[in-house]
């Protein structure tokens, strides 16, 4: 199983076929180190929120507004969608992952790591904010990256159009429903677990007291 070049991701896009795309829209700038850098689309949706959070109708074609943003809670699960359809071949699986830079922030990617052959449409990030602030997430950003890579000859059972997901282009409500419960965040339980220290001195010395008050009443 050998991986793509930057060379062949760029090859596959300069034959400027209808049947040959694996990324769309696709900008060879993006195209780094054998992968592709895949940007945040225009929708997202984490836990607690009552609905999905959408910051643009503008077609893939123009482009998502680079700057509009979207905020990642510390210990909070969020859903994300790309910019980019993918379109993978039949001889070929992608894998994906969230850039170094954003883990070293504390942003997990915790959904599937791999792209199914025949899959069509976007990519949707399950992502953890084990970070302990804040973590913005800008429409446009590169955020993701995928590789490709190749089989011995196509697959004889492809991601097809009888797929739960193929062709999935927005993140669906049972993904919002899914997400309505806040997730209690390690920092939530640490400012409590803090604040049952700060009067457990109190507690303890108010149960001694009734404690001895009762002794001496049964003792007495």
Same mark, same amino acid.
């Given at each position: 199983?050998?991986?793509?070049?930057?060379?062949?991701?760029?090859?596959?896009?300069?034959?400027?076929?209808? /049947?040959?795309?694996?990324? +769309?829209?696709?900008?060879?700038?993006?195209?780094?180190? $054998?992968?592709?850098?895949?940007?945040?689309?225009?929708?997202?949706?984490?836990?607690?929120?009552?609905?999905? *959070?959408?910051?643009?109708?503008?077609?893939?074609?123009?482009?998502?507004?680079?700057?509009?943003?979207? @905020?990642?809670?510390?210990?909070?699960?969020?859903?994300?969608?790309?910019?980019?359809?993918?379109?993978?071949?039949?001889?070929?699986? $992608?894998?994906?992952?969230? *850039?170094?830079? +954003?883990?070293?922030?504390?942003?997990?990617?915790?959904?599937?790591?791999?792209?199914?052959?025949?899959?069509?449409?976007?990519?949707?990030?399950?992502?953890?904010?084990?970070?302990?602030?804040?973590?913005?997430?800008?429409?446009?950003?590169?955020?993701?990256?995928?590789?490709?890579?190749?089989?011995?000859?196509?697959?004889? /059972?492809?991601?097809?159009?009888?797929?739960?997901?193929?062709?999935?282009?927005?993140?669906?409500?049972? /993904?919002?429903?899914?997400?309505?419960?806040?997730?209690? +965040?390690?920092?939530?339980?640490? *400012?409590?677990?803090?604040?049952?220290?700060?009067?457990?001195?109190?507690?303890?010395?108010?149960?001694?007291? @009734?404690?001895?008050?009762?002794?001496?009443?049964?003792?007495?």
């Amino acid at each position: 199983m050998a991986f793509a070049s930057s060379q062949t991701i760029k090859a596959a896009h300069r034959a400027n076929s209808s /049947d040959n795309w694996w990324i +769309s829209p696709f900008r060879e700038e993006k195209v780094k180190h $054998g992968a592709y850098e895949l940007a945040v689309g225009p929708e997202m949706v984490s836990t607690g929120d009552q609905g999905i *959070k959408t910051l643009s109708h503008r077609s893939a074609k123009e482009g998502w507004p680079l700057g509009e943003s979207f @905020v990642v809670k510390p210990g909070q699960l969020a859903i994300m969608i790309t910019e980019e359809i993918i379109r993978m071949p039949s001889n070929r699986i $992608g894998f994906i992952s969230v *850039k170094a830079g +954003s883990k070293l922030e504390g942003l997990v990617n915790v959904s599937g790591f791999h792209v199914d052959p025949g899959w069509f449409g976007r990519l949707k990030f399950s992502v953890y904010n084990a970070g302990s602030e804040e973590y913005v997430v800008r429409i446009g950003e590169p955020l993701f990256m995928i590789w490709f890579s190749e089989f011995d000859r196509e697959v004889s /059972d492809p991601y097809g159009k009888g797929g739960a997901h193929y062709g999935q282009t927005q993140i669906g409500a049972d /993904d919002a429903q899914k997400l309505t419960k806040r997730l209690p +965040s390690p920092i939530d339980l640490e *400012k409590k677990l803090n604040r049952l220290l700060l009067y457990a001195p109190i507690i303890i010395t108010v149960a001694t007291a @009734v404690l001895v008050v009762l002794l001496r009443i049964l003792l007495g």
